[in-house]
């Protein structure tokens, strides 16, 4: 497997184990202390790092076979989204200053960016004939 997409695919299963493990804590030691309006939020976080991992590990396989530069950027954008936005949202619950909402629509940019250039590594290119 390429490097980069080995290391992708280990970030991917990292982060589905953190979400795992913080969904886990969330509705099992979590809930009853927290509103309904914050563990909806904790569920909102939980819900993209899910699934913007599960589309790591399988960009990580992309990457694998199509081992291009578009693809790693996407890569990097997707870890970096998840980190803005999932974070952001576990550090607010987790009572920090709402200032720090702002990371939250970086990260979600980040993600359109990264499944946008996704779709643009992965178009069909014209072949010239000689």
Avoid at 45 to 64: K, P, R, V
Avoid at 68 to 76: E, M
């Amino acid at each position: 497997m390429q490097p980069d997409a080995r290391r992708f695919c280990r970030l991917a299963a990292a982060m589905l184990a953190l979400a795992t493990l913080l969904g886990a804590l969330g509705t099992h030691a979590l809930r009853a202390r927290l509103s309904s309006d914050r563990y909806e939020v904790l569920q909102t976080a939980l819900h993209y790092q899910y699934f913007h991992s599960l589309g790591l590990l399988g960009l990580g396989l992309l990457l694998d076979k199509w081992p291009t530069r578009a693809l790693r950027a996407a890569g990097w954008l997707l870890f970096s989204g998840v980190v803005l936005f999932s974070g952001s949202l576990y550090l607010i619950i987790a009572g920090a200053p709402h200032m720090i909402g702002i990371l939250t629509p970086i990260g979600g940019l980040s993600l359109i960016i990264a499944w946008c250039l996704t779709a643009f590594a992965l178009r069909p290119v014209a072949r010239q004939n000689h």
